[in-house]
């Protein structure tokens, strides 16, 4: 089986788009897929309620994406306006409605500024880094005991399809899946963590890693079993969740919860708690302009950096202060989601495009 030429060059062209777009081309101000159903006295009075019990649902979404898990109890709790006066603005993705009912998914972004005040005012430590994209393989094997990746009727798959992936702090990206990504990539070499066959695959989409999300479903389909690797320049320690529930919902209640737990762990290595502030010296390197602008865009972009200084600059380096917030090592992880790497050498700091 072959792709017609039309196809071949529509893939080529997303593969291309996927390959290309910055490491962080998610907005974690964004929540997308938030559903209302309402009823009133009319469908203007409907749609009035439902928007604004989304703004709300939306705001708290954002709120625990932003914080970790133990910090959820002291999060604020907005009110209509308050969620209202934060709104940066908001699409209807679909919507349907009668005489006295309204149904809808609304997309809402909020600012960043108005959240974060949120938060400080309570004193809840937040993160602002976004993990760089992932490739998702989700792999479920049936109750017969079948492994499926590939295959069009995979409801493990459609289960995060319907998930917010690109928002999320460790955002994922869902593979085409065509003819030859088929014979790339086996059910089987994901879930062992083939490194040759994961490798090849990951340079289609220009990521530096694979989440193979590997689930085991019972035989009423009530409860699956989730195991969580990523694979890249390390392999992680498995993660392994179950979850019950109905055999229609089941699916992405686990997909959504793996998403979740994936978002914590980082959130646990990225976050910085208030007061932890301090600066150092680095050397730049680059070959040429376009580097040396694009070091500069990733640390001017990177949140945990509060400010920097250019020192000293010559046509191949510079000498950089830069102030930020947290520890050396975690400064150097929020640089790496801009593919930039900061390293300490005997001479001090260097910082150079990965």
């Avoid at 997308?32 to 703004?55: C, F, P």
């Avoid at 250019?310 to 191949?316: D, L, M, N």
């Avoid at 790497?341 to 005997?346: D, G, K, P, R, W």
Wanted: charged share 20%; no cysteine; aromatic share 6%.
């Amino acid at each position: 089986m072959k792709l017609t030429s039309g196809l071949a060059a529509a893939a080529f062209s997303i593969l291309a788009l996927l390959a290309s777009a910055p490491a962080n081309a998610g907005d974690l101000y964004t929540v997308r897929g938030v559903h209302v159903d309402q009823t009133s006295k009319s469908a203007t009075d409907a749609r009035a309620i439902a928007q604004a019990q989304g703004q709300q649902l939306a705001l708290g979404q954002l709120l625990k994406r932003l914080t970790l898990p133990e910090d959820w109890a002291s999060l604020p709790q907005p009110d209509a306006k308050t969620a209202q006066d934060a709104v940066r603005g908001f699409q209807v993705a679909s919507e349907k409605a009668s005489a006295t009912r309204y149904i809808a998914d609304l997309n809402v972004s909020f600012q960043p500024d108005t959240v974060k005040r949120m938060l400080a005012s309570r004193n809840i430590a937040y993160g602002e880094t976004q993990a760089k994209p992932a490739l998702l393989l989700a792999v479920l094997q049936k109750a017969d005991g079948t492994r499926i990746l590939w295959e069009d009727q995979n409801p493990w798959r459609d289960a995060w399809s319907k998930l917010d992936l690109a928002n999320a702090m460790t955002p994922v990206i869902m593979p085409l899946g065509d003819v030859q990504e088929f014979s790339m990539v086996t059910p089987a070499q994901a879930i062992s963590g083939d490194k040759a066959a994961l490798s090849a695959l990951v340079s289609r989409y220009g990521t530096d890693e694979v989440v193979v999300a590997y689930a085991v479903a019972n035989a009423d389909g009530t409860k699956v079993d989730v195991t969580v690797t990523r694979y890249g320049a390390a392999t992680s320690t498995p993660m392994k969740r179950s979850y019950q529930g109905a055999a229609d919902t089941v699916l992405v209640t686990a997909a959504d919860g793996v998403l979740l737990a994936l978002g914590d762990d980082w959130k646990h290595q990225i976050i910085v708690r208030g007061g932890e502030k301090a600066s150092l010296t680095a050397s730049a390197f680059y070959a040429n302009l376009d580097q040396w602008e694009a070091i500069r865009k990733g640390l001017t972009s990177t949140p945990l950096v509060q400010g920097i200084q250019v020192e000293g600059i010559a046509s191949g380096g510079a000498e950089i202060q830069i102030d930020y917030r947290g520890t050396p090592d975690k400064l150097a992880l929020s640089l790496a989601q801009q593919n930039i790497a900061l390293v300490q050498q005997e001479g001090g700091w260097s910082l150079r495009m990965k």
